[in-house]
T-cell receptor, first 115, second 117 residues
């Protein structure tokens, strides 16, 4: 049981290059999320998926696209990377309990540097 | 709309003295609130969470937080700081409405805790 996994761990891109960040969870959760973390900003939501086949924009979606390939996988794509997208990216999923509580599970993060 | 304000970007304490990290929230619903800790170059670790049960929530490593609806606050405290507590702390609110299965998180900007020997 690996929880939430992300690949790659580190990536360096040149401006204009494209790449896809991969995220997978083995907990059978419906909702998945992509956040970015920048110094002094906390984490901000880029995109989310409430269930397989659905995706929605979060706070900072510009420059990104996502795909919810199946229940397990939720990928984030940068079509034309810009230096402003240098950040640490976290994927997450949520478990909801019968008592109304919720617990989030975060991946280890992907550090992206765009030159 | 949901939002979180962490009132201090940096807090410094001496080892063995109390820690207070302040957080105010805004939420349209009865909120779920969380505190996370992040050590340098590490991922996020959940310290504690409030989901409408007891207003005083105990977490890991001796931390606790009190939910005060009248003050819209969820301050994090620890009676005695340890060197290993030095890290960045995030207060977080979920926008999940009861019965929904979608909970987006809204993070505060973080409080950097420094612990002096």
């Amino acid at each position: 049981n690996a929880g939430v996994t992300q690949t790659p761990k580190f990536q360096v891109l040149k401006t204009g290059q494209s790449m896809t960040l991969q995220c997978a969870q083995d907990m059978n959760h419906n909702s998945m999320y992509w956040y970015r973390q920048d110094p002094g900003m906390g984490l901000r939501l880029i995109y989310y998926s409430a269930s397989e086949g659905t995706t929605d924009k979060g706070e900072v979606p510009n420059g990104y696209n996502v795909s919810r390939l199946n229940k397990r996988e939720f990928s984030l794509r940068l079509e034309s990377a810009a230096p402003s997208q240098t950040s640490v990216y976290f994927c997450a999923t949520t478990r909801f309990s019968g008592t109304g509580g919720e617990t989030q599970y975060f991946g280890p993060g992907t550090r992206l540097l765009v030159l | 709309a949901q939002s979180v304000t962490q009132l201090d970007s940096h807090v410094s304490v001496s080892e063995g003295t109390p820690v207070l990290l302040r957080c105010n929230y805004s939420s349209s619903y009865s909120p779920s609130l969380f505190w996370y800790v992040q050590h340098p170059n590490k991922g996020l670790q959940l310290l504690l969470k409030y989901t409408s049960a007891a207003t005083l929530v105990k977490g890991i490593n001796g931390f606790e937080a009190e939910f005060k609806k009248s003050e819209t606050s969820f301050h994090l405290t620890k009676p005695s700081a340890h060197m290993s507590d030095a890290a960045e702390y995030f207060c977080v609110v979920s926008d999940r409405n009861r019965g929904s299965t979608l909970g987006r998180l809204y993070f505060g900007r973080g409080t950097q805790l420094t612990v002096w020997p």
